[in-house]
């Protein structure tokens, strides 16, 4: 025996089986009597033949495709399977990127020696404020007693030069001399000059002056700032090619002024975050050994080129240290924060789960109208808290599909 049974004849008590039947089962609905008898009929006949019978459901409405967008109609069914959430503007460019302090090289000297010689006394010390031209130590150098030497014979030089072709203009002036007797004293008188001036460039250059007395050099401050490191003691021989040497001992500055109320940030940053990354952003410093304060800094400067061991480039950037707690060579934890007046420029963030990956690229679906969706590939960068930064395509306050993400997808390629 076998039967189909729809929806409407359930319902109603009526059993399809041909158009002769269906015009007799009319004609006694038209009475009433007979309307329980028709009912127990049907159900006779269901039950006889329920392993057989298909259940005739109505198909939902099918959604209208064109190309990456989805249009269902009102109130489909589909739409409860579907949820969206609203792609917020992000602030926070990279979090927790961990960076490494070092001197502002722009207010940082290190000073090496320029004569030869040995420390007689050392006249600074650590974390001492020191102004421009400061003397830092003193230095018994033959060198610089040679040079002292040398430009005062020069001055000494260059007046007998000058007295005598002085007077060898009064001889000439007087007929007691020649012309060439002139010339001579001359160019005597110039070359005497032009040693004078070279000597004592080369005096002023090591820092001394015709009143040094003797062959103490002073080695100088270049600038003010504080002395945040000293590798000197009184006794030591000295030399200018040290500063060339490649042995840490000898390489090393003998002093370092540097002026701590800023210094330079040096972070690693992860080629992903590159497109979020700009000079003028404003960075917030941690660290551990002052937990809850916050250290304000610029991002000021992105290097040319990629580690192509780790994969990074090294982004610099400059911290205010107006009370001096933070130490060159501490590491810290950096957010990097976006300038939120870039507009519709700046990045947006969405959940995760709003993403899938299809051929290597990334997309999700944005919702144009109630009911419409698009398929839009997007550019990423690293999620942080379940967000993930997106870059062109969406903008702040467009809403993507969060529940329901590969439904569509399925719809849009069927064969993926």
Known sequence: MSCEVSLFDISVGLVSESPAHLENIFEMRKKPSSVGAVLFTSMVLIGGCSREARLQIADPPAPKIEGETISFPTNAPQLTAISVE?????????????????????????????????????????????????????????????????????VGNLVAADKAFIRSQDLFAHGAAAAKDVEAAEATYRAAAAERDRALAQLGNFGGNLESTNSIYLLRSKLSGVLVEKN??????????????????????????????????????????LPELQPGLQLRVTCAAFPGKVFEGTLEKIGAAMDSSTRTVKVRGVVNNPEKL???????????????????????????????????????????????????????????DGKVPLFESVKAGQKVVTEGALLLQALVEPSS
């Open 86 to 154: 609203t792609a917020e503007p992000r602030r926070l460019a990279v979090n927790h990127v961990t960076g490494r302090l070092y001197w502002n090289d722009e207010k940082t000297v290190r000073v090496f020696t320029p004569v030869a010689g040995r420390v007689v006394s050392v006249l600074a010390d650590i974390g001492q404020e020191l102004l421009s031209n400061q003397p830092l130590a003193e230095i018994d150098s033959p060198d610089f007693g040679q040079t002292l030497a040398v430009a005062r014979t020069a």
């Open 326 to 384: 933070l130490k060159a060579e501490m590491y810290v934890v950096v957010d990097i924060v976006r300038d939120t007046g870039q507009g519709a420029s700046a990045a947006v963030e969405v959940p995760a789960r709003a993403l899938f990956l299809r051929d290597n690229s990334y997309y999700l679906f944005v919702e144009r109208a109630p009911g419409q969706y698009e398929r839009e590939k997007v550019r990423v960068g690293v999620e942080k």
């Open 232 to 273: 000197i003691n009184p006794g030591q021989e000295l030399r200018p090619d040290m500063m060339l040497g490649n042995v840490p001992q000898t390489y090393n500055p003998i002093f370092v002024v540097s002026d701590p109320t800023t210094l330079w940030l040096q972070l690693d940053v992860a080629e992903s975050d």
